[in-house]
T-cell receptor
Framework: DGGITQSPKYLFRKEGQNVTLSCEQN?????MYWYRQDPGQGLRLIYY???????QKGDIAEGYSVSREKKESFPLTVTSAQKNPTAFYLC?????????????FGEGSRLTVL | SQQGEEDPQALSIQEGENATMNCSYK?????LQWYRQNSGRGLVHLIL?????REKHSGRLRVTLDTSKKSSSLLITASRAADTASYFC???????????FGTGTRLQVTL
C-alpha cells in the first residue's frame, strides 16, 4: 500500500538534545512538507521540498533542519536551538507542485521534551 | 500566519443531524481544501474546491465557496458518531508554495 510512514510515533527528548524524525513516502511524490501542530491549533509549516536536494523554509523554521537526499525521504531534525519543541509533527507529500493539490499525511510523531 | 479561521471552534450534535462548519480567509485564493483529523492521527483530505467553483459534493459532504465574502462552508449531512473529528480548511494562494491551514472545528457527534 502506498503512503507516508513517520517514525517514531512517540519520542522523548532531554533539553539540549537534537532529535531526528523520519518521514518516508512510496507515493512517488516530488513535494514533501513538515508541519507542526500544537494543542487545539492548526498546522504551521516548518520546511518544504519541491524536489530532491532542494528545500525551503516555512513559517517557523528556526530551530529545525531538514535534508532531501532521496525522493522518498525527508527527515526533520529538531535541534537544541528550538526553544519549545514539544508538539505533534506531521509530514505530508503531494503530487502537485507548490501545494496546489491534495496533501497526503503521515500519522504523525509526538515529541515531548522532558 | 493563519490564513483560514474556522467557525465554530467546537460543535456538538446528535447522530442524524447535519453539521455545518465555516471557514473565512483573508487573501485571494486559487483553491480551498477541507481536511479531517481524528484525535492523535494524521490529516485526511476530504475535498478541494477551486476559486472558479461555487459548490462541490462528495458523498455526504457539501462544500460551498463564496470568493466575494472570502468564505467557505462544509456541510456534513446525516452525521454519524464516526464523523467525530477535527475539521480544517486550508487555502492555496498560488503565490506561496504552501497550503495554509486554519485553526479547525472540533465536531462531536453523540448517539
Amino acid at each position: 500500500d502506498g503512503g507516508i510512514t513517520q517514525s517514531p510515533k512517540y519520542l522523548f527528548r532531554k533539553e539540549g538534545q537534537n532529535v531526528t524524525l523520519s518521514c518516508e513516502q512510496n507515493l512517488n511524490h516530488d513535494a514533501m512538507y513538515w508541519y507542526r501542530q500544537d494543542p487545539g491549533q492548526g498546522l504551521r509549516l516548518i520546511y518544504y521540498s519541491q524536489i530532491v536536494n532542494d528545500f525551503q523554509k516555512g513559517d517557523i523554521a528556526e530551530g529545525y533542519s531538514v535534508s532531501r537526499e532521496k525522493k522518498e525521504s525527508f527527515p526533520l531534525t529538531v535541534t537544541s536551538a528550538q526553544k519549545n519543541p514539544t508538539a505533534f509533527y506531521l509530514c505530508a507529500s503531494s503530487i502537485a507542485p507548490r501545494g496546489a493539490g491534495e496533501l497526503f499525511f503521515g500519522e504523525g510523531s509526538r515529541l515531548t521534551v522532558l | 500566519s493563519q490564513q483560514g479561521e474556522e467557525d465554530p471552534q467546537a460543535l456538538s450534535i446528535q447522530e442524524g443531524e447535519n453539521a455545518t462548519m465555516n471557514c473565512s480567509y483573508k487573501t485571494s485564493i486559487n483553491n480551498l481544501q477541507w481536511y479531517r483529523q481524528n484525535s492523535g492521527r494524521g490529516l485526511v483530505h476530504l475535498i478541494l474546491i477551486r476559486s472558479n467553483e461555487r459548490e462541490k459534493h462528495s458523498g455526504r459532504l457539501r462544500v460551498t465557496l463564496d470568493t466575494s465574502k472570502k468564505s467557505s462552508s462544509l456541510l456534513i449531512t446525516a452525521s454519524r458518531a464516526a464523523d467525530t473529528a477535527s475539521y480544517f480548511c486550508a487555502t492555496w494562494t498560488g503565490t506561496a508554495s504552501k497550503l495554509t491551514f486554519g485553526t479547525g472545528t472540533r465536531l462531536q457527534v453523540t448517539l
